[in-house]
């Protein structure tokens, strides 16, 4: 599985639940108005800058802090094409793939990107293209079933169509 898109934003360490996904907004049930509030405490310009498609690219330990859900959600409604980092918390790495949202652990990828780079990823070979600087990023390779998930567009989608049949 590969994607191509540009990278709208490059983080820092440690961004946790509540600047991805701001805690006050936790009684929102309509998933994709949970993309209206993505990073709006601390990088609101992120939320208005992000086109389909686009990559999210950040340091180590993204998605730290709550278990909440609604952190992957709000990344994956705002269309969101991967988030790539150079490690995320084991339970949001989790909720990204079962939402369908490609989440790439690639340990150099913020110090090789900038905002604005065209990258190319290969999901199951875990490489990155950056294309603009004609430069390869070392990126750990998705597991297949994480592969299988992604393509059938997250946990639920996969499952109603395994047991459709």
């Not at 909720?95 to 949202?101: F, S, Y």
């Not at 989440?103 to 070979?125: F, N, S, T, W």
């Not at 600087?133 to 169509?161: F, H, M, S, T």
Request: proline fraction near 5%.
């Amino acid at each position: 599985m590969k994607l191509r898109g540009r990278v709208c934003a490059v983080l820092g360490d440690n961004i946790d639940t509540d600047i991805i996904y701001p805690g006050r907004y936790l009684n929102i049930t309509d998933r994709e108005k949970t993309a209206e509030h993505l990073f709006e405490l601390a990088y609101p310009e992120i939320r208005l800058a992000l086109q389909p498609g686009e990559f999210v690219v950040a340091g180590r330990n993204f998605g730290c802090g709550s278990s909440r859900e609604q952190a992957a959600a709000a990344l994956k409604y705002a269309r969101a094409g991967a988030v790539i980092a150079a490690s995320f918390a084991r339970i949001f790495f989790r909720n990204e793939i079962n939402l369908g949202l490609p989440a790439v652990v690639a340990p150099q990828a913020a110090l090789a990107c900038a905002a604005g780079d065209k990258l190319e990823l290969d999901l199951a070979e875990g490489r990155i293209c950056n294309l603009t600087r004609n430069e390869w990023i070392e990126a750990a390779p998705l597991d297949p079933r994480a592969v299988e998930l992604l393509a059938a567009g997250g946990l639920i989608p996969y499952l109603k169509r395994k047991y459709a049949a």
